[in-house]
């Protein structure tokens, strides 16, 4: 089992950035991703790493996100952010350590941190 804790969450002006950090409680050889869900709206993937430090991003983030990893931890720093990239924000693990961003695919959750874009 795999316990998540996510921090870095706040609020900030469209344009600015923000830097989320995601801690395993054990280093795991999963993929480590991050998703967002907006009040309404479905859980959508944004960014994921695999073990060894490959990346896959949603094509609403790219060239405005970038995850790195580090064994048990993960960081996710978002640029020129927009209203839209407002929700809370999920550290997930699992995946086989594929780089997918479909929700079903991991199997250990954060509770989340929230992230205000105005």
């Known amino acids: 089992h795999v316990q998540l804790v996510e921090s870095g969450g706040g609020s900030v002006q469209a344009g600015g950035s923000l830097r989320l950090s995601c801690a395993a409680s054990?280093?795991?050889?999963?993929?480590m991703a991050w998703f967002r869900q907006a009040p309404g709206k479905e859980r959508e993937g944004v960014g994921v790493?695999?073990?060894?430090?490959n990346t896959n991003y949603a094509d609403s983030v790219k060239g405005r996100a970038t995850i790195s990893r580090d064994g048990a931890r993960n960081t996710l720093q978002m640029d020129n952010l927009r209203p839209e990239d407002t929700g809370r924000y999920y550290c997930?693990?699992?995946?086989?350590?594929?780089?997918?961003?479909?929700?079903?695919?991991?199997?250990?959750w954060g509770q989340g941190t929230q992230v205000t874009v105005s």
């Open positions: 054990r280093s795991t050889t999963r993929s």
């Open positions: 997930a693990a699992g995946a086989r350590g594929l780089l997918t961003l479909i929700a079903n695919d991991f199997d250990y």
């Open positions: 790493v695999d073990w060894i430090g």
